[in-house]
């Protein structure tokens, strides 16, 4: 069936410096991937996405990359902040059906 | 607030018991999904409706049940509950199927006694 594999499952980086978290998908079909940020105790919510026919979108200091081929895609956040410390779940529809499958989710620490 | 409203926001019942979960998506969004999130856990998918119409589903077990009804609130049903059964449950509504952004609740949290 349908998974999406993130990692890593915990990531700490020194406030300033970039992060980036990695996620394959199986079904060749998908063609939509967002990524949402959930903080402690709070919803998750959608920070960026990426569709098939785009390679990479940047957003401020977000930026997400597709490789269609490896079915791989990435998130690359670059000068983190403290408020930059959360969980990052990406996700992979618009497959034969309806679903939108996350992955396990990367715990984000920003490091002072 | 993003507009998905769920009830109740913390639930405790005893192992056995039934309780039924309820989501009313954002306006004009015609799709619900449902996720269980436990403890240091991804977002599991459970089951997803169009329009009144069950689309998807995921690992869901057989205890659980869900409809849409026709003004498009949702109810999850979860039956003969298990200590197991403890985690977060959230719903999530878009205006589309499976693509575009999905709008979250604030969660149940259900603790299974």
């Known amino acids: 069936g349908e998974n999406v594999e993130q990692h890593p499952s915990t990531l700490s980086v020194q406030e300033g410096d970039s992060a980036v978290i990695k996620c394959t998908y199986s079904d060749s079909a998908s063609n939509y991937f967002p990524w949402y940020k959930q903080e402690l105790g709070k919803r998750p919510q959608l920070i960026i996405d990426?569709?098939?026919?785009?390679g990479e979108k940047k957003d401020q200091r977000i930026a997400v990359t597709l490789n269609k081929t490896a079915k791989h895609f990435s998130l690359h956040i670059t000068e983190t902040q403290p408020e930059d410390s959360a969980v990052y779940f990406c996700?992979?529809?618009?497959?034969?059906?309806?679903?939108?499958?996350f992955g396990k989710g990367t715990r984000l620490h920003i490091l002072p | 607030d993003s507009g998905v409203t769920q009830t109740p926001k913390h639930l405790i019942t005893a192992t056995g018991q039934r309780v039924t979960l309820r989501c009313s998506p954002r306006s004009g969004d015609l799709s619900v999904y449902w996720y269980q999130q436990s403890l240091d856990q991804g977002l599991q998918f459970l089951i997803q409706y169009y329009n009144g119409e069950e689309r998807a589903k995921g690992n869901i077990l057989e205890r659980f049940s869900a409809q849409q009804f026709p003004d498009l609130h949702s109810e999850l049903n979860l039956s003969s509950l298990e200590l197991g059964d403890s985690a977060l449950y959230f719903c999530a509504s878009s205006v589309s199927r499976g693509e575009g952004e999905a709008f979250f609740g604030q969660g149940t949290r259900l603790t299974v006694v």
């Open positions: 990426i569709r098939s026919n785009v």
């Open positions: 996700a992979a529809s618009g497959m034969r059906d309806d679903k939108i499958i």
